[in-house]
């Protein structure tokens, strides 16, 4: 009596339902003879394990069926024992090699080593090698991962390895360009949508529309998750009602409730409760990347911040500006999609654009994202670690981080993602995308540099580029791509926001209240949200004379620029400095700190001296891009201001 998902699990590459072109060039490769070593990656649920067991099937025919679940044991150098489970049949052995922690090097390199010298004999009646399948090769230490790469070169004549992960950011580029990469895409709504309705056809099971539709939207496009539903709601109580409530995991809803708790009450004791139930979790097999990644993470998700949870996630979805949406909608369609550079003031929508424009090339498959730290050398060996926010489609990173190194950055990062080319010409674009955010901030060099290398990888990669203004890229770089500005909204548009977030929070707001955020937003959206919601957090229902909360570091820099005009002296600029130095490691950008004392600083001055001080700020700005000590400048700025505005009064003094 086996569980459907088993039951109706594809044993050959012509029985798959969904992405059939890719499996048809998966049949093509495996009857080609010259059979490659592969990277077989994708979201959980997708289909690998279902995909190598067919590529199998394929290779080996009804043999591979006859397994055994076993039990090697093998010794760590430090002379710890170490066990590992293996599925195997006469032709292949699966197992995962991150099950024994920082000892996978030697489990790698002694099982593959003891397949590959067991050399098929026949000829005639398989192929002439054994298959090693490597689940989770994503979490392999990288000692591992070089050492798979070496012992994979030498046994490569009797031994053939198919390494399955979910991303393969983490998968070193020497292991990566020594086999061939197969995504396993997600499958789409519509797709599960026709396998469950398959799967119950098959059951003689009547399923109504609205219960399938349902199972789709919890199943987060997990395919393994959907069947595993359907059968769990089915057997809880057949026939279906129409309000049917669909079965989820026990694991998932406790893990809810661990969410729920932790955002209940942050204290030592909650601590220890919440530790106990994680405890619990791990107790039953629950993996912690799982636990952290999927659940907690998500259930937090779910009490985002008002300008996360009302992002726009599609270009149809955009309130204000839907002509210029239309329009993008229109360019993705259209097949030959260029490389764009997206400029517009801060709070405009840049980042949302950029995420709804990755959404209708890639579908819902942009979601997955990881987070990670990339490591680069310097020409003088200075060791460069950039973040980067990065999906199986995409790499997004600000090249700016590293300041005067930034052209060796760029180059390296576009030259990896390039390099990984997509293969299923079907079901996704031939190219992927780099979103490199406030470009204005690269040097020349860098800006050159990103010029060749664009022009270089344009067949396998697409570049975004985002900046509040254009007039700091070369043109060069701007004639390479198609400008879209985005504009700030105007003052109705974002009262209009305001109230479409309230309605969704039955949030009750007077008219004045909006009025008054709208005036201290300036045009930035994502002030404007995050206002509101830190004014209804300070108290609620909201009052006539209501306060409207403004940032912290802005009340803190106002206070700065009246110091400054106090006393212009030696002791006074030391006391500034100290601030200054609060400011950027509360990690505020040194060009905003310079902006917002201007405009503060520019209130108190007079007429005669404003365009000096204007000039006097500009030049300073203009050094922190080329400079590495943003508290030198700055300190600079605030001195040059002091000298200009003491000579002014000293000068109105005297004429009185």
């Not at 590992?84 to 995962?96: D, K, L, R």
């Not at 709504?189 to 003689?204: L, P, Q, W, Y």
């Not at 979790?281 to 259930?299: D, F, Q, S």
């Amino acid at each position: 009596m086996a569980l459907w998902v088993d039951k109706y699990r594809p044993v050959r590459l012509s029985e798959f339902i969904y992405d059939s072109d890719q499996a048809n060039n998966l049949a093509n490769i495996v009857k080609a003879g010259d059979f490659p070593h592969l990277l077989i990656y994708g979201p959980s649920g997708a289909g690998k394990k279902t995909c190598v067991r067919c590529i199998l099937r394929e290779l080996y025919g009804s043999g591979i069926e006859k397994i055994c679940l076993s039990t090697k044991s093998f010794q760590a150098p430090s002379g710890k024992k170490l066990d590992i489970q293996t599925v195997s049949s006469n032709y292949h052995v699966q197992f995962s090699p991150g099950d024994v922690g920082i000892y996978d090097r030697v489990v790698v390199q002694q099982i593959i080593k003891q397949i590959a010298q067991t050399q098929q004999i026949d000829a005639f009646s398989q192929k002439q090698f054994k298959v090693v399948v490597l689940m989770a090769v994503e979490l392999l230490t990288r000692d591992a991962q070089h050492a798979l790469r070496r012992t994979m070169e030498k046994y490569s004549a009797t031994c053939r390895l198919i390494l399955c992960c979910e991303s393969i950011t983490k998968v070193i580029d020497p292991l990566r360009s020594r086999c061939m990469a197969i995504r396993v895409a997600a499958p789409s709504d519509h797709d599960v949508a026709n396998v469950i309705r398959t799967v119950c056809k098959a059951e003689n099971v009547i399923v109504p529309a609205n219960v399938v539709m349902s199972i789709v939207s919890k199943s987060c496009g997990n395919m393994r998750r959907a069947i595993l539903m359907l059968e769990a709601t089915k057997a809880q109580g057949y026939p279906f009602k129409d309000n049917q409530t669909i079965l989820e995991p026990d694991w998932e809803i406790y893990l809810n409730e661990t969410a729920r708790i932790i955002l209940q009450q942050q204290s030592a004791a909650n601590l220890l409760k919440v530790r106990a139930r994680i405890y619990e979790c791990l107790g039953r097999c629950i993996p912690p990347n799982v636990i952290v990644t999927l659940k907690i993470c998500y259930e937090l998700a779910a009490m985002a911040l008002w300008v996360d949870k009302y992002r726009p996630v599609r270009l149809s979805e955009f309130i204000y500006d839907s002509d210029q949406a239309n329009n993008l909608a229109n360019i993705v369609k259209a097949g030959d999609f260029p490389h764009l550079l997206i400029y517009g003031p801060s709070g405009a929508g840049k980042k949302t654009c950029v995420r709804c424009i990755l959404r209708e090339l890639y579908g819902s498959g942009i979601e997955k994202i990881c987070l990670s730290t990339k490591s680069f050398q310097a020409p003088s060996g200075k060791k460069l670690d950039i973040q980067t926010v990065s999906s199986n489609y995409h790499v997004q990173f600000s090249p700016g981080d590293v300041g005067i190194y930034d052209r060796v950055v760029v180059q390296q990062i576009i030259k990896q993602i390039a390099q990984t080319q997509q293969i299923d010409a079907f079901s996704q674009k031939q190219f992927k995308v780099v979103v490199l955010m406030a470009v204005e901030l690269l040097t020349r060099d860098a800006q050159h540099a990103l010029r060749r290398t664009m022009e270089k990888y344009s067949a396998t990669c697409r570049l975004i580029l985002c900046c509040e203004s254009i007039t700091k890229v070369i043109d060069p770089l701007r004639s390479r791509c198609m400008a879209i500005r985005v504009a700030a909204p105007s003052d109705h548009d974002v009262a209009n926001v305001i109230r479409t977030v309230c309605k969704a929070e039955n949030v009750i707001v007077p008219a004045n209240v909006v009025m008054s955020i709208v005036s201290k937003s300036c045009g930035n959206m994502r002030r404007a949200i995050l206002m509101l919601e830190a004014t209804k957090a300070q108290g609620y229902p909201f009052k006539d004379n209501q306060t409207i909360l403004e940032p912290d570091w802005e009340i803190y820099l106002n206070e700065t620029a009246r110091i400054i005009l106090q006393q212009q002296s030696a002791a006074n600029l030391l006391k500034v400095r100290a601030r200054i130095y609060e400011c950027l490691g509360r990690c505020i950008p040194p060009n905003v700190i310079v902006t917002k004392l201007l405009l503060e600083l520019l209130q108190y001055c007079d007429g005669a001296i404003k365009a000096k001080v204007v000039a006097c700020a500009a030049e300073y700005e203009h050094r922190l891009s080329h400079g590495n000590k943003a508290l030198f400048h700055l300190e600079a700025f605030i001195a040059s201001f002091m000298c200009i505005y003491h000579q002014q009064v000293a000068e109105s003094a005297l004429d009185l």
